[in-house]
């Protein structure tokens, strides 16, 4: 089974300021990889599929990048609505397993 | 518009039944699978199992494997995750979802608003 591990548990970051979130996989995961956005009290949104592709509506402020088994979500230049719990999640695995990170919390 | 409706919240005693549902608007509901993932309020997302619609291929996260049932009503676009005997350890918010392709390896692209299951004596 594929670990995906997200760091830091929790960001504290000043508006305005840039906000990197890490997520490392156990194992190769290809670019079949996402991160979601789960703001307080809603339901997560997809930001970023494919490792590096913006979903539909996701401002070009939010940036993902992999590097082999590492993957970081670029904010550049935070905002007080993105105020969220991130969550990564590799969507290789077979028998097909969707596996998430434990989350990062950016506190602005 | 593509929508995934769920059921209400749900409290419950420890070693009851239950059967939460989750219904679909908005696209062709056999073309795409639907997920199930939990979530312990503030904490992380748990993938739990996920279904075809079109092709009643249902298959369970290791973990949940055994604990719950993954269905689908397609006359209704409905899909379903049920308990036998409920634990206290179930209590969560359970999320239905949708991948974005038909393919296994894709990422979700919809959510449900989440169904808070709650389980005490």
């Known amino acids: 089974e594929i670990v995906m591990t997200q760091s830091p548990a929790i960001l504290s970051v000043s508006p305005g300021e840039r906000a990197t979130l890490s997520c490392r996989a156990s194992?190769?995961?290809?670019?079949?990889f996402a991160w979601y956005q789960q703001k307080p009290g809603q339901a997560p949104r997809l930001l970023i599929y494919g490792a590096s592709t913006r979903a539909t509506g996701v401002p070009a402020r939010f940036s993902g990048s992999a590097s082999g088994t590492e993957f970081t979500l670029t904010i550049s230049s935070l905002q007080s609505e993105d105020l969220a719990l991130y969550h990564c999640q590799q969507y290789t695995d077979w028998p097909p397993m969707y596996t998430f990170g434990q989350g990062t919390k950016l506190e602005i | 518009e593509v929508q995934l409706v769920q059921s209400g919240a749900e409290v419950k005693k420890p070693g009851e039944s239950l059967k939460i549902s989750c219904k679909v608007s908005?696209?062709?509901?056999?073309?795409?699978?639907i997920h199930w993932v939990r979530q312990v309020p503030g904490k992380g997302l748990e993938w739990m199992g996920i279904i075809h619609p079109g092709e009643t291929d249902t298959r369970y996260s290791p973990s949940f494997d055994g604990q719950v049932t993954i269905s689908a009503d397609k006359s209704v676009t409905t899909t379903y995750l049920q308990w036998r005997s409920l634990k206290a350890s179930d209590t969560a918010i359970y999320y239905c979802?949708?991948?974005?392709?038909?393919?296994?390896?894709?990422?979700?692209?919809?959510w449900g608003q989440g169904t808070l299951v709650t389980v005490s004596s």
């Open positions: 979802a949708r991948s974005m392709e038909h393919a296994l390896e894709a990422p979700i692209d919809y």
């Open positions: 908005g696209y062709s509901f056999t073309n795409y699978r």
């Open positions: 194992q190769g995961v290809s670019n079949n």
